[in-house]
């Protein structure tokens, strides 16, 4: 399998502090399998994401290491290309989709302008590929749902309107940071599938998440954050059946105590 991500070394730190917020990480992650980054709230993980996609201002953090998409170097590439390429190969969900839309403007114009941004087409070509992809994602009543302001609709709706936009841009990797964190338990079950079927599609899936039920769900591999530095690596297999840190056994056993969790 080829590998899309290779992370070394990743260090980030606020400029003007000595206080480092991600410690030496290094990851990669192959086509087709998902990662999940496992850490209770403040261990790192979004900045880790943020800093994958290209979504930290250098002018407060100080980056280094080595992050490589399918063998390019991104730190210190080149704005122009380093949005061209995470915009297009990347995408992210993040985790209150509710922020995510614009709160005056309707869902298909907020997809029309999206789509003009990365690609060259028509309004009336950018709708009709809009629309294709909500009904890919087996959503009713797509074009009343183009029609719709934001607040008129789910979390969850709105989290997978997000997947479907996502996706269309075919990008190569999707981190989904938290994406199922702020909803009912019935669309959680519901987004979680859609992941599902994003990792069957052969794309990368980061999977973010502070709860080892979601990543026992969806993951093949699992590292462990605290405090910006990975403690913890392995399979999503070895890393639940024999965890060797005590805060793995520790995150592991609150997820146990909120649900059952089964591999
Ligand atoms: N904009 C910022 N400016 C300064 N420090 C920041 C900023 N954003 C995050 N941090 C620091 O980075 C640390 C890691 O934050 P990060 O968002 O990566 O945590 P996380 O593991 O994703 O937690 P959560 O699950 O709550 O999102 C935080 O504890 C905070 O100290």
């Given at each position: 399998?080829?590998?899309?991500?290779?992370?070394?070394?990743?260090?980030?730190?606020?400029r003007?502090?000595q206080?480092?917020i991600v410690?030496?990480s290094s990851?990669?992650?192959?086509?087709?399998s998902t990662?999940?980054?496992?850490?209770?709230?403040?261990s790192?993980?979004?900045?880790t994401?943020k800093a994958?996609?290209?979504?930290?201002?250098?002018?407060m953090?100080?980056?280094?290491?080595?992050i490589?998409?399918?063998?390019t170097?991104l730190?210190?590439l080149?704005e122009?290309?380093?949005?061209?390429?995470?915009?297009s190969?990347?995408?992210?969900?993040?985790?209150?989709p509710?922020?995510?839309?614009?709160p005056?403007?309707?869902?298909g114009?907020q997809?029309i302008?999206?789509?003009?941004?990365?690609?060259?087409?028509?309004k009336?070509e950018?709708?009709?590929l809009?629309?294709?992809?909500?009904?890919k994602?087996?959503?009713s009543?797509?074009e009343?749902l183009?029609?719709?302001?934001?607040?008129?609709?789910?979390?969850?709706?709105?989290?997978?309107?997000?997947?479907?936009?996502?996706?269309?841009?075919?990008?190569?990797?999707?981190?989904?940071?938290e994406?199922?964190t702020?909803?009912?338990?019935r669309?959680q079950?519901?987004?979680?599938d859609?992941?599902?079927?994003?990792?069957?599609?052969?794309?990368?899936l980061?999977?973010?998440?502070?709860?080892?039920?979601v990543?026992a769900r969806l993951?093949?591999?699992v590292?462990?954050?605290k405090?910006?530095?990975i403690i913890?690596?392995?399979?999503?297999h070895?890393?639940?059946?024999?965890?060797?840190?005590?805060?793995?056994q520790?995150?592991?056993?609150?997820s146990?105590?909120?649900?059952?969790?089964k591999?």
């Amino acid at each position: 399998m080829t590998t899309l991500l290779e992370v070394r070394d990743l260090a980030i730190e606020l400029r003007g502090t000595q206080q480092p917020i991600v410690k030496h990480s290094s990851f990669s992650l192959k086509q087709g399998s998902t990662l999940a980054i496992v850490g209770e709230s403040g261990s790192g993980k979004s900045m880790t994401c943020k800093a994958i996609m290209g979504l930290l201002n250098h002018k407060m953090f100080n980056i280094s290491g080595s992050i490589r998409y399918l063998g390019t170097e991104l730190i210190g590439l080149e704005e122009r290309l380093l949005r061209s390429l995470c915009g297009s190969k990347m995408a992210m969900i993040v985790q209150n989709p509710m922020t995510a839309f614009d709160p005056a403007s309707k869902i298909g114009a907020q997809i029309i302008e999206t789509l003009q941004v990365h690609r060259k087409m028509t309004k009336a070509e950018a709708y009709a590929l809009g629309l294709a992809a909500l009904e890919k994602l087996n959503l009713s009543r797509c074009e009343q749902l183009m029609n719709s302001y934001p607040h008129t609709l789910s979390g969850g709706m709105l989290q997978r309107i997000i997947i479907a936009l996502s996706l269309i841009l075919e990008p190569e990797i999707i981190i989904a940071d938290e994406a199922t964190t702020a909803l009912d338990v019935r669309n959680q079950g519901i987004v979680l599938d859609e992941l599902d079927s994003i990792k069957q599609s052969g794309i990368g899936l980061i999977l973010v998440t502070h709860d080892f039920g979601v990543a026992a769900r969806l993951a093949d591999e699992v590292i462990v954050m605290k405090e910006g530095l990975i403690i913890e690596t392995g399979t999503i297999h070895e890393v639940f059946t024999s965890p060797r840190d005590t805060y793995t056994q520790e995150l592991l056993q609150a997820s146990l105590l909120k649900r059952e969790v089964k591999l």
